[in-house]
């Protein structure tokens, strides 16, 4: 039988980072679609990820993105979040987005270029140690188009030598956490496509490097529990991008596409030991059409649901099911604690926590979405044009 009282304990101390960028306007290739109220600066940022938190009480950590949260003073932005209630979690780098990328960053062919996109690197560590974060996540655009376009293991060659510098600026505290994609923006071949690209190259590195995985970086059908089991063995898993994704990299809600595939996730987490703060549950979504508050409010939500119900997986009778082989008994008791309806467990761990039982409802009724679009009216609200 499951611990109902240690299940409540571990979803109060489960924690969610909120990314930056999803308080901002967002949108595809095509169009932008801009919303009243949305930030336009990162304190208005922090601003809104304070009402994330103060109705679901378990988003303290907020990921920003440089340059889109650049600001002349790191260390005043971290207190002006701690005075929220707030800490600043992982820096992300963006070496996608100027036009001397075209051809890559750290794996361009140009030294020039390569030593442009290192030394942002490197002040994104700067920027580690003026707000405390200890998370550095490096997602790299780079790849080819063509085959023949450059050498291939030559770019791993400098994408090796960046990394290694990066590296061995971190402080002890602090870690590189590598991520992957399948394709885009490169269609031919992408330098990290893949988790056992990013992790070779953490391997090499040391235990300061490990792989983070974003759900939708992967091909249709990748078994992305069974990598997320096998770099938790190998104490390689430094944290996950939750989204959602229909075809491609969409970066829908947490959940909205396939909440059985976040389930199985959040089981083999809990599974393999990785329910701990030192695997960082991150979002990474873009709102295009939607709120952006309520939902990831509710993002937030679609993970503590499966998370809950990854903790209520009878375990001793899932292990003794396998252990006799007993293949539709192990799979039934995997069933029963996915079928199990958790959200009234989850407004009493809310009201235990003395929070509204439910988050969306009770930021509906707080007026800060009416405050917001009337306070927020002039100036450069933030996202990425098209």
């Avoid at 190259?201 to 069974?226: M, S, W, Y």
């Avoid at 988050?359 to 979405?369: F, T």
Wanted: glycine fraction near 8%.
């Amino acid at each position: 039988m499951t611990d109902l009282g240690a299940v409540r304990t571990a979803l109060k101390a489960q924690r969610i980072e909120t990314p930056s960028w999803a308080y901002g306007n967002s949108g595809t290739r095509f169009k932008v679609f801009a919303q009243p109220g949305v930030p336009r600066t990162p304190h208005e940022k922090l601003d809104d990820a304070a009402k994330v938190h103060e109705y679901t009480g378990v988003a303290p950590r907020v990921a920003l993105h440089i340059p889109w949260d650049r600001v002349d003073d790191y260390g005043a932005l971290a207190a002006y979040a701690e005075e929220r209630g707030l800490t600043l979690g992982a820096i992300n780098s963006n070496v996608f987005q100027d036009d001397d990328y075209k051809l890559g960053s750290v794996t361009n062919p140009d030294p020039a270029v390569r030593r442009k996109a290192l030394d942002h690197l490197l002040e994104c560590v700067d920027i580690m140690d003026a707000t405390g974060s200890k998370d550095l996540k490096l997602w790299f655009s780079d790849g080819t188009n063509y085959p023949g376009q450059d050498d291939v293991r030559a770019r791993q060659d400098r994408l090796a030598e960046a990394l290694t510098a990066v590296y061995e600026r971190l402080g002890d505290d602090q870690r590189m956490l590598l991520e992957y994609k399948l394709f885009e923006p490169a269609f031919y071949t992408m330098d990290v496509p893949d988790w056992g690209t990013a992790y070779a190259h953490c391997l090499r590195l040391g235990e300061k490097a490990q792989v983070v995985v974003d759900t939708g970086h992967h091909a249709p059908g990748t078994n992305i529990e069974f990598i997320v089991a096998l770099l938790l063995r190998e104490n390689k898993l430094g944290g996950f991008d939750f989204n959602s994704r229909f075809y491609a990299d969409d970066d829908l809600m947490a959940g909205a596409a396939d909440p059985f595939q976040l389930f199985r996730i959040m089981y083999e987490v809990v599974r393999g030991g990785g329910y701990t703060h030192d695997v960082a549950f991150m979002l990474d979504q873009c709102h295009n059409i939607e709120a952006k508050i309520p939902a990831i409010i509710r993002s937030v939500m679609n993970v503590q649901e499966a998370t809950a119900k990854a903790l209520l997986v009878d375990r001793d009778a899932l292990h003794a099911a396998q252990a006799a082989g007993e293949v539709l008994e192990s799979n039934a008791v995997l069933m029963d604690a996915y079928n199990t309806d958790v959200r009234p467990l989850l407004a009493e761990v809310r009201e235990e926590l003395g929070l509204d039982p439910d988050p969306v409802a009770a930021y509906k009724r707080s007026g800060w979405a009416q405050k917001i679009t009337d306070e927020r009216v002039g100036g450069e609200q933030a996202g990425w044009g098209a």
